[in-house]
Antibody, heavy 128, light 106 residues
Framework: EVQLVESGGGLVQPGGSLRLLCTAS????????MNWVRQVPGKGLEWLSY????????YYTDSVKGRFTISRDNAKNSLYLQMNSLRAEDTAVYYC?????????????????????WGGGTTVTVSS | IQLTQSPSFLSASVGDKVTITCRAS??????LAWYQQKPGKAPELLIY???TLQSGVPSRFGGSGSGTEFSLTVSSLQPEDFATYYC?????????FGQGTKLEIK
C-alpha cells in the first residue's frame, strides 16, 4: 500500500525548534518529489516547501524561508522538515505530499504536476 | 499567484449539480489541481491538469478551464461529496491554494 506517515509534531515554545519526519512506503521514494503543506485548524491549506527527488531543487514559501529547512534521505525513505524560530502562527497540522518526480519526454508538463498521495498529518502547537 | 475560489460556501442537496470556480491572478495554463478534504482528514486529489480525473475518482466530478479561469463540477451530488474543495496552482513557486469552498447539505 502506498503510504506516507508524518511524525515529530508536538508542543513547543515560541522560538523553539522541531523536526518533522515523513516516512514513505509502498512506492519508490527516491524517484518522486515531495512537498510539505500545512493547515491551521479551521483554515485553508498552505503550501510550504518542495524538494525534488535528488534534492537538487528546493523551494519555500516566504513565510518560512530562512526558518524551515526541507531535506530527504532516499536510503531511509524519509522526508524531513526542520523548523526553527517557531512562532504561534506556525501552529497547524503539517502534511507531507508526494508529487511525480519526472515528466516523460514529449508529454505536456502539466500532466505530471499534482500531489497525489498525502500523509495523515502531524500537529504542531507553538505556545508558551 | 493568487487563486480565488467562488463561492466560499455552497449549500446544495443530494442530486444537485454544482460548480465551483477558481480564478488565477495570472495565466497558469493547465497547471491546476483540485482536492477534496473531509473534516479531520488529509486532502485527496480529484483532478489534475485542470481536467484529468485522478484514478478512482467518480466520473460525476469534472474539471475544465485553462489560463486564469477554471471550474470544478459535480454532476449529481452524493452524500459523500459534502466536503471542502481546494484548487491549487502548480505553475510556479510558491505554489498556492485557493481559500476553499465548503459544500454543505441543504
Amino acid at each position: 500500500e502506498v503510504q506516507l506517515v508524518e511524525s515529530g509534531g508536538g508542543l513547543v515554545q515560541p522560538g523553539g525548534s522541531l523536526r518533522l519526519l515523513c516516512t514513505a512506503s509502498g512506492f519508490t521514494f527516491s524517484i518522486e518529489s515531495m512537498n510539505w503543506v500545512r493547515q491551521v485548524p479551521g483554515k485553508g491549506l498552505e503550501w510550504l516547501s518542495y524538494i525534488s527527488s535528488s534534492s537538487s531543487s528546493i523551494y519555500y514559501t516566504d513565510s518560512v524561508k530562512g526558518r524551515f529547512t526541507i531535506s530527504r534521505d532516499n536510503a531511509k525513505n524519509s522526508l524531513y522538515l526542520q523548523m526553527n524560530s517557531l512562532r504561534a502562527e506556525d501552529t497547524a497540522v503539517y502534511y507531507c505530499a508526494r508529487e511525480p518526480g519526472s515528466v516523460p519526454a514529449g508529454v505536456p508538463e502539466y500532466n505530471y504536476y499534482y500531489m497525489d498521495v498525502w500523509g495523515g498529518g502531524t500537529t504542531v502547537t507553538v505556545s508558551s | 499567484i493568487q487563486l480565488t475560489q467562488s463561492p466560499s460556501f455552497l449549500s446544495a442537496s443530494v442530486g444537485d449539480k454544482v460548480t465551483i470556480t477558481c480564478r488565477a491572478s495570472q495565466d497558469i495554463g493547465r497547471f491546476l489541481a483540485w482536492y477534496q478534504q473531509k473534516p479531520g482528514k488529509a486532502p485527496e486529489l480529484l483532478i489534475y491538469a485542470a481536467s484529468t480525473l485522478q484514478s478512482g475518482v467518480p466520473s460525476r466530478f469534472g474539471g475544465s478551464g485553462s489560463g486564469t479561469e477554471f471550474s470544478l463540477t459535480v454532476s449529481s451530488l452524493q452524500p459523500e461529496d459534502f466536503a471542502t474543495y481546494y484548487c491549487q496552482q502548480l505553475k510556479s513557486y510558491p505554489r498556492s491554494f485557493g481559500q476553499g469552498t465548503k459544500l454543505e447539505i441543504k
